[in-house]
C-alpha cells in the first residue's frame, strides 16, 4: 500500500518572501482576518448568473401580471392583516450604550475608570485590540487632548500618541512651550478599530459615555480635539475638522462648558504636510489663550 508523498516544504526564498508579504500586511494595517478563509469576490463576479425564467404563452396578461400586494415600508405581514413594524431603537438608548452610562458614572476616580473599561465587553473593539489605550501625560493638568482612535504604535504599548504620530505631536507641543507634563492624553476611544478602519456609529454611542467621565475628571480648563473624528463626535456637528480648526468653540455636556479649539491630527499631517501650516496657526491661538489664563491668574 502506497502513502501519498507529503508535499513540498517551501524553499528559503519563498519564506522570505512570505514575511515581507506579512510585514507590509501588517504596516498598512492588516493585522486581523475577518473571516476563517479568504473569499475571492473577482471570482466571485465571474460566475455566469442564473438566466431569467421564460415567461409561459399561458400566462396571464393585464392586471393578473402585477405582483401581488406585500408590506409597505413601516409595515410587515401578520396574522390578520398587516402590523407596523418595530421602530429601530436609537443608538443612545440601546442596551449597550445605557450599560456603559451606568458604568461610567461610577467610576469617582481615574482608576476606577480603567478598571471599568477594562470589564467592558460589550463593545467589539475589545476583541479585536490588543491592548486597552487609556491615557498619558500629567492628569492635574488643565489642558486636555483628546485624539481620534489609537493606532497600531498605540494598540501594542496601551499608550495614547506614541511612535512617529507620537514624536511629531511631542514636536508641536514642545513648539509652543509644553510637553507631556503639562497636559493630559488620551483618545475617542480605547480600543484600536481594526485595520485602522473608521469606527462605527455603534462603536462610537457605546464609547462615548467613558470619554465623557474621563474629561469630568481631568476637569481641564481647556480641551484641544486632535481630528475630526473626536471633534464632530463631542461638539456633536456634522462639519469636517477643515471647517471646525482655526476657531474657538465650546464643548458643553450637562452643566461643564469648557472652551475647545479643534485642530488635525499628528497622524493626518504625516500624510498632508501641507497643512502643518495651518495647525501651526491653531496652536499659536492656544499659546494665545494660555498665556492670556496665565496674565489673569498673576
Known amino acids: 500500500m502506497t502513502q501519498?508523498?507529503?508535499?513540498?516544504?517551501?524553499?528559503?526564498?519563498?519564506?522570505?518572501?512570505?514575511?515581507?508579504?506579512?510585514?507590509?500586511?501588517?504596516?498598512?494595517?492588516?493585522?486581523?482576518?475577518?473571516?476563517?478563509?479568504?473569499?475571492?469576490?473577482?471570482?466571485?463576479?465571474?460566475?455566469?448568473?442564473?438566466?431569467?425564467?421564460?415567461?409561459?404563452?399561458?400566462?396571464?396578461t393585464g392586471a393578473a401580471l402585477a405582483p401581488a400586494a406585500g408590506p409597505m415600508a413601516g409595515e410587515v405581514a401578520g396574522?390578520?392583516?398587516?402590523?407596523?413594524?418595530?421602530?429601530?431603537?436609537?443608538?443612545?438608548?440601546?442596551?449597550?450604550?445605557?450599560?456603559?452610562?451606568?458604568?461610567?458614572?461610577?467610576?469617582?476616580?481615574?482608576?476606577?475608570?480603567?478598571?471599568?473599561?477594562?470589564?467592558?465587553?460589550?463593545c467589539p473593539l475589545k476583541q479585536t485590540a490588543k491592548n486597552l489605550v487609556f491615557g498619558d501625560g500629567n492628569p492635574d493638568a488643565k489642558l486636555m487632548l483628546i485624539g481620534d482612535v489609537p493606532g497600531r504604535d498605540e494598540d501594542l504599548q496601551g499608550l495614547p500618541f506614541v511612535g512617529n504620530v507620537g514624536d511629531l505631536l511631542d514636536r508641536?507641543?514642545?513648539?509652543?512651550?509644553?510637553d507631556r507634563t503639562s497636559t493630559y492624553l488620551t483618545n475617542l476611544l480605547p480600543w484600536?478599530?481594526?485595520?485602522?478602519?473608521?469606527?462605527?456609529?455603534?462603536e462610537l454611542a457605546m464609547c462615548q459615555p467613558f470619554i465623557e467621565r474621563h474629561i469630568e475628571l481631568i476637569n481641564p480648563d481647556y480641551v484641544?480635539?486632535?481630528?475630526?473624528?473626536?471633534?464632530?463626535?463631542?461638539?456633536?456637528?456634522?462639519?469636517?475638522?477643515?471647517?471646525?480648526?482655526?476657531?474657538?468653540?465650546?464643548?458643553?455636556?450637562?452643566?461643564t462648558s469648557i472652551p475647545a479649539l479643534p485642530t488635525f491630527h499628528p497622524g493626518y499631517l504625516m500624510r498632508q504636510p501641507s497643512h502643518k501650516r495651518l495647525t501651526w496657526r491653531d496652536l499659536l491661538l492656544l499659546q494665545e489663550k494660555l498665556e492670556n489664563k496665565a496674565s489673569e491668574s498673576d
Open 224 to 255: 484641544v480635539f486632535l481630528g475630526g473624528v473626536c471633534a464632530k463626535q463631542l461638539l456633536d456637528v456634522p462639519q469636517s475638522i477643515m471647517r471646525l480648526r482655526g476657531k474657538w468653540t465650546t464643548y458643553s455636556m450637562g452643566d
Open 192 to 202: 484600536r478599530p481594526p485595520g485602522n478602519r473608521t469606527p462605527t456609529e455603534a
Open 4 to 60: 501519498d508523498a507529503p508535499p513540498p516544504s517551501p524553499d528559503f526564498g519563498e519564506i522570505v518572501e512570505m514575511r515581507h508579504l506579512l510585514d507590509f500586511y501588517v504596516a498598512a494595517g492588516i493585522d486581523c482576518m475577518i473571516d476563517e478563509e479568504a473569499v475571492d469576490r473577482y471570482e466571485l463576479s465571474n460566475q455566469p448568473q442564473p438566466s431569467p425564467p421564460i415567461k409561459s404563452s399561458n400566462a396571464p
Open 172 to 178: 508641536m507641543l514642545a513648539s509652543i512651550g509644553l
Open 79 to 122: 396574522f390578520g392583516g398587516r402590523i407596523a413594524a418595530p421602530a429601530a431603537i436609537p443608538l443612545d438608548q440601546t442596551q449597550e450604550v445605557q450599560s456603559a452610562r451606568q458604568i461610567a458614572a461610577r467610576c469617582d476616580t481615574l482608576e476606577m475608570l480603567k478598571e471599568a473599561l477594562d470589564g467592558f465587553t460589550a
